[in-house]
């Protein structure tokens, strides 16, 4: 399971906790303007954005599962289990699998109102990437420094909403999600006032009461509701350094520890491999990881970006300690 967020100050902030059981050796991949994205269906994209994101250090495909371009659009794919819907090939469309659907977008794309014209004529069809690799059940958190969406594969074609809250999860689909905010319209970041009765005295004995009964558990429903409060009510000043480090913690409010969500099939722990931050305006990817909390950061415009050749970085997963004494 995941969550994926937004956060704006001066510059526009974008990216997801990777929650999941297992590592597939996650890797930074940066797919400069001239590399080739080949596709199954659809004619190859031989020039595109430059696109900086996560990707599975499994193939030389880059398989992301974040990424941005080089305009400041950006993408997350979740765990859509259950719900997610992939279709046969429809003549007349552009019919894309789901692991070539963030190139596809990210290479066309330059905001949010191009990603809903794009995807008019798009299809997801159900073809695997290897017989190794099947498709994951996916839906997508996708936006620009103004607007966001979520992107949903049902059995009735894309379903697309629009993100007022700039969060996502995982099930169920995206309107339950809104909608169940409607049950916290009373939390607040302030000490709440004595409703209960007014001929008994309860005192404010403790500091962030207006939050009582925000949900603190894993599920994907309570992690909605808990970073949709957290992200709305969140504070940091303009400057870069506190506003990558807010991000994080926004992301930290949601993030799963190994060994709370146990998984009978493999036998293992859920948990926060990652978590990405980008700065959109800037096209830097900042990450960090479970067994490293240092943040680590990559410049998309540090590189040749009229190559013709992948640029991958292994994520640094070994805990840096900083030692002053």
């Not at 074609?157 to 995982?170: A, E, I, M, S």
């Not at 980008?278 to 830097?284: A, D, V």
């Amino acid at each position: 399971m995941c969550t994926g967020a937004n956060y704006k100050t001066k510059n526009h902030y974008f990216g997801r906790n990777f929650d999941y059981e297992l590592s597939y050796h996650e890797r930074v991949c940066i797919t400069p303007r001239n590399y080739e994205f080949k596709f199954r269906i659809i004619d190859d994209i031989k020039t595109h954005h430059a696109i900086i994101g996560i990707a599975a250090g499994i193939d030389a495909y880059p398989l992301y599962y974040d990424a941005c371009n080089e305009k400041g659009l950006a993408i997350a794919g979740l765990n859509f289990e259950g719900n997610a819907v992939y279709l046969d090939e429809k003549e007349g469309m552009d019919n894309i699998t789901p692991f070539e659907f963030i190139p596809y977008v990210l290479s066309k794309a330059t905001n949010v109102d191009d990603v809903k014209k794009l995807l008019e004529n798009v299809n997801l069809v159900n073809i695997n990437f290897s017989e190794d690799l099947p498709l994951s059940p996916l839906h997508w958190l996708i936006s620009d420094k103004n607007k966001s969406i979520v992107v949903e594969p049902l059995e009735d074609g894309l379903k697309v909403y629009d993100n007022p809250v700039g969060v996502l999860t995982n099930n169920p689909t995206f309107d339950i999600q809104l909608f169940n905010l409607n049950n916290y319209r009373s939390l607040s970041v302030k000490t709440p006032d004595n409703t209960f009765a007014s001929n008994l005295d309860l005192a404010a004995y403790s500091r962030g009461m207006g939050a009582m009964g925000l949900p603190g558990d894993l599920s994907s429903m309570s992690r909605f509701a808990k970073v949709a409060f957290t992200k709305e009510n969140s504070y940091s000043g303009d400057g870069e350094a506190e506003s990558v480090s807010q991000f994080f913690h926004i992301l930290a409010s949601v993030e799963q520890q190994n060994g709370c969500t146990f998984i009978d099939e493999p036998d293992l722990y859920e948990y926060t491999i990652y978590s990405s931050c980008y700065n959109t305006n800037e096209s830097i990817l900042y990450y960090r990881t479970y067994n490293n909390s240092q943040i680590n950061a990559v410049k998309l415009k540090s590189e040749n970006l009229d190559s013709n050749d992948l640029i991958c970085y292994d994520l640094i997963n070994e805990e840096q300690f900083n030692f002053i004494n």
